[in-house]
């Protein structure tokens, strides 16, 4: 018997983030969530702490709007390739098509190429 939070844990991020990053081939990433609260963030989240961890330090990310005085000195000036959307218990139907699209869990990640806003 699996509960939903082991499916929902550590194991099943780990293994996003890296099917997520293999798609990315060392590419730079700008790395969003999007959360079934309609945060942009969340503090206990912690996706770009395990995309630095188990896949390569994204660009810019969502978290750096609240935590980037902590590791500004990994934050990169380069123009990102990529965009990647993490979110959480809900799947989307987009105007464009994402390049990739993956889900583990309760979570989901969709790659799509960058477009400056």
Same mark, same amino acid.
């Given at each position: 018997?699996?509960?939903?939070?082991?499916?929902?844990?550590?194991?099943?991020?780990? /293994? +996003?983030?890296?099917?997520?990053?293999?798609? +990315?081939?060392? !590419?730079?990433?700008? #790395?969003?969530?999007? #959360?079934?609260?309609? +945060?942009?963030?969340?503090? $206990?989240?912690?996706?770009?702490? !395990?995309?630095?961890?188990?896949?390569?330090?994204? %660009?810019?990310?969502?978290?750096? /709007? %609240?935590?980037?005085?902590?590791?500004?000195?990994?934050?990169?000036?380069?123009?990102?390739?990529?965009? %990647?959307? %993490?979110?959480?218990?809900?799947?989307?139907?987009? !105007?464009?098509?994402? +390049? !990739?699209?993956?889900?583990?869990?309760?979570?989901?990640?969709?790659?799509?190429? $960058?477009?400056?806003?």
């Amino acid at each position: 018997m699996q509960s939903e939070r082991a499916d929902n844990g550590l194991t099943t991020r780990k /293994q +996003l983030v890296i099917d997520t990053v293999r798609a +990315l081939d060392k !590419a730079p990433y700008i #790395l969003e969530t999007d #959360l079934h609260d309609g +945060l942009t963030y969340n503090e $206990y989240g912690g996706w770009r702490y !395990a995309f630095n961890i188990y896949g390569y330090t994204p %660009v810019w990310s969502s978290a750096d /709007q %609240v935590y980037s005085w902590i590791y500004q000195n990994e934050m990169k000036s380069v123009k990102p390739q990529f965009r %990647v959307i %993490v979110s959480d218990a809900k799947t989307y139907t987009f !105007a464009v098509k994402p +390049l !990739a699209e993956y889900a583990g869990g309760m979570y989901h990640t969709y790659i799509f190429p $960058y477009e400056a806003r």
